[in-house]
């Protein structure tokens, strides 16, 4: 065993000596590298993620103001028909009703024209047969002069 | 029994004194199996494996620290390659182990030993590296000494990234399945096959530590033996390709390494039946 030793250079206080080496390596690399590098890693990865969740729900709204905008405009379409089509009706409605109110006001102003012609004529004949009975009264009060 | 042993020893000092020196002067060929020793510092010999490790270590904190510090959301191309990696290697981690909790935990574990192990082999022929030393007079005569040397061809290393493997995987299969459960899979007194194949089980846990610490120093150390024979008969251009080649078995052995970690852990962490 010693022999082997000496042959291969063993010794144990370079052996503790490369032990402890690596030990130290180990703590600087972990400390220099592996713990910042890793970290990084970490860290992008973590902004990376959020940038896609971000992204997603951006599309996401994006869809979702989409599908606002075309809801708005249909019923807005709706509405403006609706409201078109029911104006409409009422104006037929209303043109209807004033052309009916017309006629009805011709009629009766008709009427009462008629009336008043015939009042009129009533009280023409009436005036005239008073005046017929005037001037009867009269000529028979000249002819009773005269005799 | 005293003569043979100490015969033993004799010849054994023998083959040691020629992989220290290692100079066979005929050939010129450098081969050692054991790091060479530059100096001493409080006790501790300073070997130019060390001296390499140390630069090899200090390369990847300077990275790990301009890394880290100029992170972006937005990433440069260094930042990119870098956290393509590490979430690759977590990514996978995750697949395997089948919990990302606990690869989140492990990972840092499984990443330095790859890095590690990848740079080192990769820096393995950076001009300098062997060939940058001094020359000793010895009683063997002129000896030289390079201050660095390929950090996965010291034993002393590659045993201790394999005793600190060793030792994750147990903590962890402990840490997971609770002390008994962990230790039924190693001790079954269900039946005598269950008991035998526990102990086999037991004796493979611990020869992992062999073959982790014993396959990347004697694939690399294997390379570099390879490469200077090669430039000691033909110096230009044929080394050139066999270079390429071990740059890839480092660093297939250092994806090695980090992969039966992992897999191993996977087999901890997995309940007995």
Not at chain 1, 102 to 117: F, H, K, T, Y
Not at chain 2, 121 to 127: A, G, R, V
């Given at each position: 065993?010693?022999?082997?030793?000496?042959?291969?250079?063993?010794?144990?206080?370079?052996f503790l000596v490369q032990t402890v080496n690596f030990s130290v390596l180990l703590l600087v690399l972990w400390y220099f590298l592996y713990r910042p590098v890793l970290q990084m890693i970490d860290e992008r990865r973590q902004k990376i993620e959020k940038g896609v969740k971000s992204a997603e729900k951006a599309e996401k709204r994006l869809d979702e103001i989409e599908n606002e905008r075309e809801g708005v405009l249909k019923k807005a379409t709706t509405e403006a028909g609706e409201i078109l089509s029911t104006s409409k009706d009422r104006a037929q409605e209303k043109a209807s009703e004033i052309v009916s109110e017309?006629?009805?006001?011709?009629?009766?102003?008709?009427?009462?024209?008629?009336?008043?012609?015939?009042?009129?004529?009533?009280?023409a004949l009436r005036e005239s047969k008073e005046e017929i009975g005037k001037a009867a009264i009269l000529a028979a009060e000249q002819i009773l002069r005269k005799k | 029994m005293e003569n043979s042993n100490s015969a033993i020893e004799n010849a054994a000092d023998v083959t040691y004194a020629a992989q220290e020196t290692a100079t066979y002067a005929d050939s010129g060929i450098h081969i050692a199996l054991a790091a060479e020793q530059v100096g001493v510092f409080f006790g501790v010999?300073?070997?130019?494996?060390?001296?390499?490790?140390?630069?090899?270590?200090?390369?990847?904190?300077?990275?790990?620290?301009?890394?880290g510090r100029n992170l972006r959301v937005i990433?440069?191309?260094?930042?990119?390659?870098?956290?393509?990696?590490?979430s690759f290697m977590l990514g996978y981690m995750g697949e395997v182990l089948e919990d990302t909790k606990l690869a989140r935990k492990l990972f840092p574990l499984i990443a330095t030993l790859f890095l590690f192990?990848?740079?080192?082999?990769?820096?393995?022929?950076?001009?300098?590296i062997g060939s940058l030393g001094f020359v000793e007079?010895?009683?063997?005569?002129?000896?030289?000494?390079?201050v660095l040397r390929s950090v996965n061809t010291d034993l002393n290393v590659t045993l201790a990234l394999a005793v600190i493997a060793f030792l994750s995987i147990e903590i962890v299969?402990?840490?997971?399945?609770g002390t008994l459960t962990y230790a039924s899979k190693f001790f079954n007194f269900k039946s005598v096959l269950g008991f035998l194949v526990g102990i086999i089980?037991?004796?493979s846990e611990f020869a992992r530590l062999i073959s982790f610490s014993f396959r990347l120093f004697g694939n690399i150390l294997a390379g570099e033996v390879l490469i200077v024979v090669i430039a000691s008969f033909v110096p230009l251009f044929l080394p050139v390709p066999m270079m390429l080649f071990e740059v890839f078995v480092g660093l297939i052995q250092a994806a090695i390494f980090a992969l039966l970690t992992l897999f191993f852990v996977k087999i901890a962490i997995t309940k007995p039946h």
């Open positions: 065993m010693e022999e082997i030793a000496r042959v291969f250079g063993l010794n144990w206080k370079l017309a006629e009805n006001r011709a009629d009766s102003l008709v009427d009462s024209a008629q009336q008043r012609a015939e009042e009129m004529k009533d009280r | 010999p300073i070997t130019n494996t060390l001296i390499t490790s140390w630069i090899i270590m200090l390369l990847l904190a300077i990275i790990a620290f301009f890394v990433p440069g191309r260094i930042q990119t390659f870098f956290e393509e990696m590490l192990i990848a740079l080192s082999n990769l820096l393995e022929f950076t001009p300098g007079s010895t009683r063997d005569g002129e000896v030289f000494t390079s299969g402990v840490a997971t399945l089980e037991l004796f």
